[in-house]
């Protein structure tokens, strides 16, 4: 089985509130669909999460009873942002609900713990896809906290012990430095602990859930000598398709562990 994220980045635009990338994850979903490999997807919250979440500092838990709608105004954006991913997966013949993360998961100082992982498991064993995805959950230290889709995968990879994992985002792989910025980035095939470390910060990209440093080091903790992580360009036609049956593409993936 193959556990993929799609990134915030790949199915909305980050920097305008609410837009969703119709066209990419109808693609996206049907690429998932023809290449035949058994999958559990989860995806990130992008604009419909991330642009209020910043603004009110909820990623750093309870400060201000100002924050109090605003965790609401996002647990009801990215359900609606769910319902259209669950929508195109629905449309390419992938069997699929959505599962907010607050229904099996608590939070405790920003650490994500799963509660009761019967609701997945229950779903995945009759051949229904659960859907998970970025949102806002109550913190037993903090109130409440963001919940990425990193950290469902991570959390996700644990319960499942998938072959692979993938996430899909708007870049080729991780770079020496930060390619939209940066024209002389080299594309990083593989990484491993040692050469992340190396890695120059620009590469960083600032939001709410941590940047590309954050993620390649999930990846890592992920990773094994007998599981791939690997971070993928999900806006380029097929490439998601080809990874997942198997076919070498441009692609970084993380190797050897954390």
């Given at each position: 089985?193959?556990?993929?994220?799609?990134?915030?980045?790949?199915?909305?635009?980050?920097?305008?509130?609410r837009?969703?990338?119709?066209?990419?994850?109808?693609?996206?979903?049907?690429?998932i669909?023809?290449s035949?490999?058994?999958?559990?997807?989860a995806?990130g919250?992008?604009?419909?999460?991330h642009?209020?979440a910043?603004?009110?500092s909820?990623?750093?838990?309870?400060?201000?009873p100002?924050?109090?709608?605003a965790?609401?105004?996002v647990?009801?954006?990215?359900r609606?942002?769910?319902?259209?991913?669950i929508?195109?997966?629905?449309?390419?013949?992938?069997p699929a609900?959505s599962v907010?993360?607050?229904s099996?998961?608590?939070m405790d100082?920003g650490?994500?713990?799963?509660?009761?992982p019967d609701?997945?498991?229950?779903?995945s064993?009759?051949?229904?896809m659960p859907?998970?995805?970025g949102?806002v959950?109550f913190?037993?230290?903090?109130?409440?906290?963001?919940?990425?889709?990193?950290?469902?995968?991570e959390v996700?990879?644990k319960?499942?012990?998938?072959?692979?994992?993938?996430?899909v985002s708007?870049?080729?792989?991780?770079f020496?430095?930060?390619?939209?910025?940066?024209p002389t980035?080299?594309?990083?095939?593989?990484?491993?602990?040692?050469i992340?470390a190396s890695?120059?910060?620009e590469?960083?990209?600032a939001?709410?859930t941590?940047?590309?440093r954050a993620?390649?080091?999930?990846?890592l903790?992920?990773?094994?000598?007998?599981?791939?992580?690997?971070?993928?360009?999900?806006?380029?036609n097929g490439?998601?398709?080809?990874?997942?049956?198997?076919d070498?593409v441009?692609?970084?993936?993380a190797k050897?562990?954390?």
């Amino acid at each position: 089985m193959i556990l993929i994220k799609l990134g915030g980045s790949v199915i909305t635009d980050k920097t305008q509130y609410r837009t969703f990338n119709v066209e990419t994850i109808h693609r996206l979903c049907a690429e998932i669909k023809e290449s035949g490999a058994d999958t559990i997807v989860a995806h990130g919250a992008g604009s419909f999460g991330h642009v209020i979440a910043k603004e009110y500092s909820l990623q750093n838990g309870f400060t201000d009873p100002k924050q109090v709608s605003a965790v609401a105004r996002v647990q009801y954006d990215v359900r609606e942002l769910n319902l259209m991913v669950i929508n195109e997966l629905l449309s390419a013949g992938i069997p699929a609900v959505s599962v907010p993360p607050g229904s099996c998961f608590m939070m405790d100082n920003g650490k994500l713990l799963l509660n009761d992982p019967d609701v997945l498991l229950s779903a995945s064993e009759l051949g229904i896809m659960p859907v998970m995805f970025g949102d806002v959950v109550f913190d037993k230290s903090k109130g409440f906290g963001i919940c990425s889709g990193d950290q469902i995968i991570e959390v996700l990879c644990k319960l499942y012990d998938p072959e692979k994992v993938v996430f899909v985002s708007d870049v080729d792989g991780l770079f020496d430095k930060d390619p939209k910025t940066n024209p002389t980035a080299k594309l990083l095939t593989e990484v491993t602990s040692e050469i992340l470390a190396s890695v120059s910060s620009e590469s960083d990209i600032a939001d709410v859930t941590g940047g590309v440093r954050a993620k390649m080091e999930a990846m890592l903790r992920m990773s094994s000598p007998e599981r791939d992580c690997v971070l993928v360009n999900g806006t380029v036609n097929g490439r998601l398709c080809s990874l997942l049956k198997g076919d070498k593409v441009i692609s970084t993936a993380a190797k050897g562990g954390l």
